[in-house]
Nanobody, 119 residues
Framework: QVQLVESGGGLVQAGGSLRLSCVASGSSSSISGMNAMGWYRQAPGKQRESVAVIGRGGITNYADLVKGRFTISRDNAKNTVYLQMNSLKPEDTAVYYC??????????WGQGTQVTVST
């Protein structure tokens, strides 16, 4: 069982930056052993979508809408995954969720953190 806790969301003006953090805890929670870790988001009335994913080997993948603006990274020693978000736009407003997938394919989700970008 892996517990994920996100933090770092908030209200920011367009063009601003935020850094989200996701701390993993619990048995078998070492992120160094996870197949993939990622950030997803869900805006009101829309489906949850992938924002950024980082694989065990460090390969990253980004949604086209955030390429060049967002950066996913991880600190294995702190069991934490980060999402650095720069040049934020109002359309980035959503609840952001952390996700990890274990080596046996079990997915765990955090409770989400709200990001609101004002014009």
């Amino acid at each position: 069982q892996v517990q994920l806790v996100e933090s770092g969301g908030g209200l920011v003006q367009a063009g601003g930056s935020l850094r989200l953090s996701c701390v993993a805890s619990g048995s078998s929670s070492s992120i160094s052993g996870m197949n993939a870790m990622g950030w997803y988001r869900q805006a009101p009335g829309k489906q949850r979508e992938s924002v950024a994913v980082i694989g065990r080997g460090g390969i990253t993948n980004y949604a086209d809408l955030v390429k060049g603006r967002f950066t996913i990274s991880r600190d294995n020693a702190k069991n934490t995954v980060y999402l650095q978000m720069n040049s934020l736009k109002p359309e980035d407003t959503a609840v952001y969720y952390c996700n990890v997938v274990s080596r046996i394919g079990v997915a765990s989700w955090g409770q989400g953190t709200q990001v609101t970008v004002s014009t």
